[in-house]
């Protein structure tokens, strides 16, 4: 397993990460994922991704407890905090009380004393932004929390967090977090340039488009047992790439991927690693051997010839969903 820094922090993760958004908690039992996140570790991976609306809080409790193994120093987790955890005026955004509130909260599920990586999950147009970062300076100076990062957030979003904190000497976001990967290119243009220029790495989620980027999907319609697509919920999240364009695109890949002795899933993940602004990739595995399989992309260095081919048949396909 290869680490790269986080942003321009000291902080090493493995390239390959594992998240726990829709399995964990959800329709992984908490046996197998325990087994799966034991195992992600064995492979040298330290980086484990989870949020407070995770399956309503099950895949905190489900992470944490799976790594109460390990050596608390050993391991890098990140949780997030935005999204409504309950009916309430104040049960959802960045206002101060709820980062208070669902960092606490969080903790407790996760049965740990700190949390290494604390993102904003989505932009607060209803809280001054100077209050969200406070309330995370707070936290940092507490000890509660090491490093902040956002998700899903716009360049000029960080930008004007980043001149807030400045102005105020509070703690700087060092972290985004981003759909990123064949079909979904969104960041390429503005976010990883600016990111570059002011020292904030990238943690992608969805690297292999929600497992489509394996090549398990042979057709819209008929699913393998057991995996995402099959389940309800997940599917209601992938479904945009269970079309015929972007399934034929899959095909051609699948093809260059034998070029290079690498599975499909190694292809994809090693493309999205190509960027050196990416730090880590968030896989989400409900069983080891996916994890064995994930990982050996870390280090894989695609040719120039490679990454110009795959560019045309993405290009060729015309499919962008970020």
Known sequence: MNYRRLGRTGLKVSEISLGSWLTYGGYVDKEKAASAIHHAYDLGINFFDTANVYMNGEAEKTVGNALKGFPRKSYVLATKVFWPRGEGPNDRGLSRKHIMDQCHASLQRLDVDYIDVYYCHR???????????????????????????????TASQMEQALKTADRYLLDRIVVNQPQYNMFARGIENEIIPFSEENGIGQVVWSPLAQGVLTGKYQNNSDFPEDSRASHSNAYKTMKGYLKEEPLE??????????????SLSQLAL????????????????????QITENVQASGVELS???????????IGGKVNNG
């Open 270 to 289: 090693a493309w999205v690693l190509r960027e050196q602004n990416v730090a880590s990739a968030i896989i989400g595995a409900s069983k080891p051997e």
């Open 304 to 314: 120039d010839d490679i990454i110009n081919e795959i560019e045309k048949i993405l």
């Open 249 to 262: 695109i899959v095909k051609k890949l699948s093809v260059v991927a034998k070029e290079v002795n690498l």
């Open 123 to 153: 932009y607060d147009e209803e809280t001054p932004i100077e209050e969200t970062l406070r309330a995370l300076d707070d936290l940092v100076r507490q000890g509660k929390v090491l490093y902040i990062g956002v998700s899903e957030w």
